[in-house]
């Protein structure tokens, strides 16, 4: 099974700052990454795929890189509405999610 | 446009089979490369993938819990349905499906649905 590290767990952040989340696959999964930004009571919303390419909709201020086994998240410049628990998810080889990274307010 | 929602028992008693429907639009469960998945989320804990089916009828299952898992589809009716055994506290959870785009990626969420297991 391949598992997936997140780090950290929680981010304490301001309105501004520029945000990285990191993710950690326990074998190579090429570029076959994806992250989720979840909000409490609601589903999970795709932001990114194939580890940098951003989803219809989705604002620019976040981007994906990296390939392999390490993966990076970042948001320029966190939004209010940027405020949620973030997911990395590997479908190399079924799907495997990693644990999440909530992002709060400093 | 893609939907999809789940529906289900809200409540089921410890060692009961749950069944949980994925009923969906937008697609079709016969297009080449497409599928549903089903992942579930503990209350305050991380998502966890259970299964997917393919358009082909190929099925996926998470290894930790395919002795308790079947998944299989209508076409005709655009649902996919989930069955689980053996039902026990822990798997007390928000349970969701999803469309699997061409390329693997969970793409659209339904809105998910708790199910709680107690006596």
């Known amino acids: 099974d391949i598992q997936m590290t997140q780090s950290p767990s929680t981010l304490s952040a301001s309105v501004g700052d520029r945000v990285t989340i990191t993710c950690r696959a326990s074998q190579s999964i090429s570029s076959w990454l994806a992250w989720y930004q979840q909000k409490p009571g609601r589903a999970p919303n795709l932001l990114i795929y194939?580890?940098?390419s951003l989803q219809s909709g989705v604002p620019s201020r976040f981007s994906g890189s990296g390939s392999g086994t390490e993966f990076t998240l970042t948001i320029s410049s966190l939004q209010p509405d940027d405020f949620a628990t973030y997911y990395c998810q590997q479908y190399d080889t079924l799907w495997t999610f990693g644990q999440g990274t909530k992002v709060e307010i400093k | 446009q893609i939907t999809l929602k789940e529906s289900g028992p809200t409540l089921v008693k410890p060692t009961q089979t749950l069944t949980l429907t994925c009923t969906f639009s937008g697609f079709s469960l016969t297009t080449s490369g497409l599928g549903v998945g089903w992942i579930r989320q503990p209350p305050g804990k991380a998502l966890e993938w259970l299964a997917l089916?393919?358009?082909?009828?190929?099925?996926r299952y998470s290894p930790s819990l395919k002795s308790r898992l079947t998944i299989t589809k209508d076409t005709t009716k655009n649902q996919v349905v989930l069955t689980m055994t053996n039902m026990d506290p822990v798997d007390t959870a928000t349970y969701y499906c999803a469309h699997k785009g061409v390329y693997g990626v969970l793409d659209y969420w339904g809105q998910g649905t708790l199910v709680t297991v107690s006596s």
């Open positions: 194939k580890a940098s």
């Open positions: 089916i393919y358009w082909d009828d190929d099925k």
